[in-house]
C-alpha cells in the first residue's frame, strides 16, 4: 500500500502554516491541512508526478502546487518522502 512520510522540516513547516491560517480562521486551517493530506496521499500512489527540479542540497526531488503552497518530495520504495511545504511567495532555493 502505498504510504507517504514527513521529514521533521515537512512536519514544522505543516504545524507553522496551520498556525498562521488559524489566527485568521481555525476552521480554513483544519480544512487546509485536510487538503494537503489528500495530496499527500495522491502523490503516494502516484509519486512521479509534479515537476522534476534539482537541488542542490537534496539532489533531484519534484514539486507540486497546493493552492498558494509548493510541496516538495521525493519518491521513495512504497511512496513519497514529504521534505517541506513552502508559501509560494518565499525564497525557495534557500530552503531546500
Keep these: 500500500m502505498p504510504r507517504y512520510v ?16 488559524a489566527r485568521d480562521n481555525p476552521s480554513a ?9 489528500q495530496l499527500f496521499g495522491l502523490l503516494a500512489s502516484q509519486p512521479h508526478i ?6 542542490d542540497r537534496l ?3 519534484r514539486r507540486i502546487s497546493h493552492g498558494a503552497y509548493v ?3 521525493r519518491p521513495v520504495e512504497q511512496g513519497v518522502q514529504i521534505l ?3 508559501h509560494g511567495a518565499r525564497q525557495h532555493e534557500d530552503l531546500i
Aim: hydrophobic content about 50%; aromatic content about 10%.
Design 59 to 61: 539532489g533531484t526531488i
Design 50 to 55: 509534479g515537476e522534476l527540479i534539482r537541488s
Design 84 to 86: 517541506r511545504v513552502i
Design 6 to 21: 514527513r521529514t521533521t522540516n515537512a512536519r514544522t513547516d505543516l504545524r507553522q502554516i496551520a498556525i498562521y491560517i
Design 71 to 73: 510541496v516538495y518530495f
Design 29 to 37: 486551517a483544519m480544512t487546509w491541512l485536510a487538503g494537503v493530506e
